[in-house]
């Protein structure tokens, strides 16, 4: 629809009907109808209001979409579209690797095919905005939420950020098989105090801009139409009432155009942070600090005429948000199709079809981080190898954002292993939930009801299957629920009965080779003790156990590295690599020095650092090379290795470049991620790896606060990891 129509439309609805415009419900209050019954007119929302609203979140199936609709459209006053919107994080139906699984691959690619697959499924199913990608800086492990972004690093998640919202959009969303994006959660919300959900972010300015803001900046350059507010208050104002942060910062810096929607009841939380007495107070201040959308509250549709009619607001801002709304749907192409891709036919051969699996198994396989390996890695699909544990079974493998997504379609590892044809004997161990145990809020689905006694005689059998084998593989870890939103944790190990389960297993068969099941870094020290093996597998998808065996058994090589720290324990969190020099750096040298930046019980580096991955070959790199030490002002450098596979198996290395600026105006991180390359190289072949090195690359916030290059001297790391030591440098002149 041209530009001038959606004005004109916009002149010709009423007040009410705009505001309206601006509601989110949920798809329950739609299901039977579009009249406000049960859950939505006792949660104080009108008829009126759910007749006219502009969207919807978490409904899906084209047949009910459809309906919903058709009715909508007939019965809305200017038969507005509705905009359909969910959460499609790691996959519609088709489940690919959790978010910072995804981030481990060291691959973007891995992330824009697994957008690219769930747009296609979820725009045949009906919807139209995926509220992702998640792009929120994580480094506190305690957050349940980590899984859902792809780490610590802003370099990091800033090219991720872009994938994703190339996978989702293509270059237009309203083309076929495409959904608009919504990045979240901005800003900050990977920080919160204590790693507690929903808790309050203290990030100084200078934090914010250079880690924190790149990779939202990223998505909302790579093109993402909404933007979501994310729940906390940042330095004291929550975000969904921060003028500062959506005008100043959203709009006028990174010059984002779309919608911003709240985040859920973000508005009406605005009065439990303590910034209002009312509803009608958090209506004014969200929509005065350019809150577009409102996600599930009646603070708009039922306080927004009183403050527009007594003058406390003006119409003028009413209307700037509702035109975002009516450009979004335009965007979308719902004028001229308000079904776009709802297709009940499709939705038929879509789903789960064999390519859209083999992307999420290959995905998967590019998510697995080898953290320790004596050379029992990789099995011989002949020997005979006993799979316990928990998660041999388990298909609550999925990731905690996966709504639509079902258990039932899961590989899981015995399957897998069956599957692969491979020489192997299973026993369960234990259940993934401690016995007695609920997980808090999943009601009896995430539950386990076996006493103690039977549950340890199930540790009993495990012990006698693993007598029988040279080999075994131990699949552990945290449940799916320990995991995402509303999941923080303050013991971040895995479950108590699988750490028993664990310990006698070990008493009998030293050969343990422990796959690992996590949404979260997690404290491995034990496993580390008394596995010859680990390799971390996250939350792997629909594929998991199909992509697991190919891996175990040495089909592929294990390619992932860590996108965050595994601290050595819960005391060191937040834990990052690119943290700051102190005025007392820890000499090791001299470990009887009190007064140094340090911990009297526990080391300072985590257990594994970020980057961090190993592969079934070895790989040898050469020296840095510069193409010259000297860079001026707008000039390039060229910064590369020679890497080789000194082993006898094809595998690949993520060569790493990391960049320290030596002195500057204010404290400068150690080093920074600048540059990866993921290549794969046959044994004994070797290959260059160049990076370009720009201006750009050396900016920071400096002491005024301004975005530029310091001159002076810089150190090039390139290398396997964030640890490397293999370095040169330079002038920046
Ligand atoms: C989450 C968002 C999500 C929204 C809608 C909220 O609780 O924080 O990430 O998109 O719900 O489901």
């Not at 779309?258 to 009312?278: F, Q, T, Y």
């Not at 012990?463 to 699949?475: F, N, R, W």
């Not at 990052?576 to 007064?595: C, I, P």
């Amino acid at each position: 629809m041209e530009q001038q129509r959606i004005l004109d439309l916009l002149g010709e609805m009423s007040l009410d009907e705009k505001i309206n415009q601006l509601f989110q419900g949920c798809g329950s209050f739609y299901t039977e109808g579009s009249v406000a019954t049960g859950p939505a007119s006792e949660q104080g929302f009108s008829e009126k209001t759910i007749l006219e609203a502009g969207s919807v979140l978490s409904v899906a199936g084209a047949e009910t979409i459809r309906k919903i609709q058709k009715h909508h459209m007939e019965n809305h006053p200017h038969h507005i579209p509705l905009v359909f919107m969910a959460d499609i994080i790691n996959g519609y139906k088709t489940i690919f690797p959790i978010p910072l699984a995804q981030g481990a691959a060291f691959n973007p690619s891995v992330a824009y095919t697994g957008a690219e697959v769930a747009a296609k499924e979820a725009s045949t199913a009906g919807i139209h905005v995926t509220f992702s990608p998640m792009v929120d800086l994580v480094r506190d492990a305690r957050w349940g939420r980590v899984m859902e972004s792809t780490g610590e690093d802003p370099y990091l998640n800033s090219v991720y950020a872009k994938a994703l919202v190339e996978g989702y959009q293509g270059d237009d969303p309203k083309k076929p098989g495409k959904l608009g994006a919504c990045v979240k959660h901005f800003a900050g919300y990977g920080a919160p105090t204590g790693g507690r959900d929903y808790n309050n972010v203290e990030l100084s300015e200078r934090t914010l801009r250079d880690d924190y803001l790149p990779a939202y900046d990223a998505a909302v350059k790579a093109g993402a139409l909404l933007v979501m507010t994310s729940f906390n208050t940042l330095n004291r104002i929550p975000s969904t009432a921060n003028k500062w942060l959506m005008r100043d910062i959203l709009r006028e810096e990174m010059g984002f155009e779309g919608a911003v929607i709240s985040d859920w009841a973000a508005i009406e939380e605005i009065k439990n942070h303590g910034l209002c007495e009312d509803k009608k107070g958090a209506a004014k201040l969200a929509m005065e600090a350019g809150t577009d959308i409102d996600m599930m509250t009646t603070c708009y549709c039922n306080y927004l005429k009183e403050l527009i009619e007594s003058g406390e607001i003006s119409e003028r801002l009413l209307d700037e948000a509702v035109l975002k709304v009516l450009e979004l749907k335009n965007k979308l192409g719902l004028f001229e199709n308000p079904y776009k891709d709802a297709d009940e036919a499709a939705e038929k051969t879509i789903m789960l079809c064999a390519e859209h699996r083999e992307k999420a198994k290959e995905a998967a396989k590019e998510t697995f981080v080898l953290l320790e390996n004596s050379g029992i890695l990789p099995l011989k699909k002949e020997e005979k190898v006993a799979f316990i544990g928990p998660f041999t079974e388990e298909k609550s493998i999925i990731g905690a954002w996966s709504i639509f997504g079902e258990e039932k379609d899961v590989v899981s590892i015995k399957e897998g292993v069956d599957h692969y044809g491979a020489n192997a004997i299973f026993a369960k161990g234990c259940d993934s939930i401690d016995p007695g145990k609920e997980m808090i809020g999943m009601g009896p689905r995430y539950a386990c009801r076996r006493t103690k006694k039977e549950a340890d005689a199930m540790i009993e059998e495990a012990v006698e299957v693993a007598l029988k084998t040279d080999k075994v593989v131990l699949c552990i870890g945290e449940h799916m629920a320990q995991t995402g939103e509303a999941a923080s944790r303050g013991d971040i190990t895995i479950p108590k009965q699988q750490k028993k389960l664990l310990r006698a297993v070990a008493r009998v068969n030293k050969n343990i080779v422990v796959v690992l099941f996590n949404g979260r870094p997690l404290d491995i020290r034990k496993i580390k003790e008394l596995a010859k093996a680990i390799l971390v597998v996250w939350m792997p998808g629909s594929e998991g156990g199909n992509a697991i065996a190919e891996v175990l058994y040495g089909e592929t090589s294990p390619s992932g590295r860590l996108p965050m720290c595994f601290p050595y324990s819960v005391g060191q969190v937040p834990v990052f690599y690119s943290e700051f020099h102190t005025g007392r750096k820890l000499d090791y040298s001299n470990l009887d020095n009190k007064f140094q930046s340090r911990y009297l019980d526990i080391p300072n580096k985590p257990l594994y650092a970020f980057g961090y991955g190993l592969s079934y070959t070895q790989f040898a790199y050469s020296e840095v090379r510069l193409s010259n030490n000297l860079m001026e002002k707008g000039d390039e450098l060229t910064a590369s290795v020679t890497v080789r596979n000194t082993g006898k198996q094809k595998g690949a290395e993520v060569v790493q470049l990391y960049i320290k600026d030596d002195c500057g105006s204010v404290a400068r991180p150690v080093r920074e991620l600048k540059g990866f390359k993921k290549i794969w190289l046959e044994p004994g072949e070797d290959k260059e790896v160049s990076f370009k090195i720009t201006e750009e690359m050396l900016k920071f916030h400096d002491i005024n606060m301004d975005y530029k290059a310091e001159a002076g001297s810089f150190t090039v790391y390139i290398g396997c990891d964030s640890d490397t030591d293999n370095q040169a440098t330079f002038n920046f002149i």
